[in-house]
């Protein structure tokens, strides 16, 4: 389908060389909850439009990354970038522009139960983005058809199943058209009947749009498929790092062998 927006990318799949940019960079950040270290000095960088999936056991630090590229929290040391502007330490005006660049979906959908799937989508790009009605309509019709819920659009949240909400959910954070999309565990919240179909339209953006994704997910099977690049974490650093044949196959770190063999 077409989506008519910028994120569509004509070279994707072709196999044309795309210039690389680097769209995230994290330098030197640490979190500490009270004594607790979460993330420890962490370094690392995502290009525009590929694919990274973070893994490693539960208390690593995973989720708190994204926190802090949607500015849900702040680090205590390092250096936060998003495009070459940075977003930490940065002004708070600065802040809320970058911001506007960044979408995430979590792992409770946190729709707007008051209001229709269709209202859920328009809002933020109506209220946030000064978009005309009428053209956020249009998009939200686009995002809705790309998700599998054209027939749901006037429904309110309340009466979807979760996958369902959750395919709404992402619908809504692609609305705002950012560069990166962050997924917390999207699938964890979900009877196991319905994780495939969020999944699956999740494979579908990644391939068909040029959109930066950064993703936290114990679907090993879907990590492996999407991602351009795999970040095991343990104790708040990324500890080994590679193409997903690397990591699944022939991960070079202990950890790593323990938790995979654990988990798949
Ligand atoms: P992961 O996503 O890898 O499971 P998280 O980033 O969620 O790990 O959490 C890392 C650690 O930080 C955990 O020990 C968690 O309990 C702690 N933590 C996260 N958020 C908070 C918070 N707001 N207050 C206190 N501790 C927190």
Redesign the pocket.
């Known amino acids: 389908m077409s989506l008519d927006t910028h994120d569509i990318d004509p070279r994707r799949g072709t196999g044309a060389e795309r210039p690389t940019r680097e769209l995230v960079r994290l330098e030197q950040v640490s979190k500490r909850?009270?004594d607790?270290t979460?993330l420890d000095r962490l370094d690392f960088s995502v290009d525009a439009g590929k694919h990274v999936t973070?893994i490693?056991?539960?208390?690593?630090?995973?989720?708190?990354?994204l926190?802090l590229l949607m500015t849900l929290?702040k680090p205590d040391e390092g250096t936060i970038t998003v495009d070459g502007r940075t977003l930490y330490p940065a002004p708070e005006k600065q802040v809320r522009e970058i911001r506007k660049n960044i979408g995430m979906v979590f792992q409770q959908f946190n729709l707007f139960p008051n209001m229709s799937v269709l209202r859920n989508i328009t809002e933020a790009p109506v209220t946030v983005l000064g978009m005309s009605k009428d053209a956020a309509e249009e998009r939200a019709r686009e995002l809705l058809e790309l998700v599998g819920l054209s027939e749901h659009l006037d429904k309110h949240p309340g009466r979807l199943s979760g996958g369902q909400q959750q395919r709404v959910a992402i619908a809504r954070a692609l609305a705002m058209r950012p560069q990166v999309l962050l997924l917390d565990?999207v699938t964890s919240a979900l009877d196991p009947e319905l994780v495939a179909g969020v999944l699956d339209v999740l494979r579908d953006i990644a391939r068909s749009t040029d959109i930066t994704m950064l993703c936290?997910t114990h679907e090993m099977n879907f990590a492996r498929d999407i991602s351009d690049q795999v970040l095991m974490?343990d104790s708040?650093r990324v500890i080994e790092a590679g193409p997903p044949e690397k990591i699944f196959s022939e991960p070079e770190h202990d950890r790593t062998r323990e938790f995979l063999s654990a988990v798949l």
């Open positions: 909850f009270g607790r979460v973070l490693g056991p539960s208390g690593s630090g995973k989720t708190t990354i926190r929290t565990e936290v974490f708040g």
